[in-house]
């Protein structure tokens, strides 16, 4: 039996509306993840970014501006390395660019959180089921190599 729709549903971490919307992409399960509704909803379509006090949400996730005033999404520490990898990965394998400030940022979580045994648990058992890898989860220098995504 599903979970009650209220509970639980699925965030894109590549927006639908910023060009996730047809298969391969819309359903590659490196960038899909369980979410909260309240906390999809709050993201939206917002790039992820570092924003400043006073935030709009504050729950762990947070949403607002950063210092340039643009609207951004935050998640908790310990996911933020998880969602760069994920984004680094949607961002080269199709063909897709991540602006400047959003990478910046993207590169920073990754640094400061690295790959842990449950996201290479999770890629495990996606490569399983879809048939590739992430490499940003196998090796996360990676993004060190790539000069702009």
Same mark, same amino acid.
């Given at each position: 039996?599903?979970?009650? $729709? ?7 971490? =590549? ?8 298969? $391969?992409?819309?359903?590659?399960? #490196?960038?899909?993840? $369980?979410?909260?509704? +309240? ?8 790039? &992820? ?5 006073? &935030? ?19 998640? $908790?520490?310990? %996911? ?11 961002? %080269?394998? #199709? ?9 910046? %940022?993207? +590169?920073? =979580? ?14 495990? %058992? ?9 490499? &940003? ?11 702009? &995504?």
């Amino acid at each position: 039996e599903w979970p009650d $729709p209220q509970v639980l549903n699925c965030e894109h971490l =590549w927006p639908q509306s910023k060009g996730a919307k047809r298969p $391969p992409m819309r359903t590659d399960l #490196y960038h899909l993840r $369980p979410a909260v509704p +309240r906390i999809n909803s709050i993201r939206s379509n917002h790039p &992820f970014g570092d924003p400043v006090p006073p &935030f709009r949400h504050d729950d762990g996730w947070r949403s607002g501006h950063d210092s340039e005033e643009s609207m951004c999404f935050q998640p $908790p520490p310990a %996911v933020r390395g998880d969602v760069s990898r994920s984004l680094f990965y949607f961002s %080269v394998r #199709y063909k897709a660019p991540i602006d400047d400030s959003q990478e910046l %940022v993207l +590169r920073k =979580w990754n640094e400061d959180d690295p790959v842990d045994e449950l996201e290479q648990q999770r890629a495990q %058992v996606i490569e399983e089921e879809q048939g590739n890898s992430n490499p &940003f989860i196998i090796d996360s220098t990676i993004v060190d190599r790539i000069d702009d &995504f």
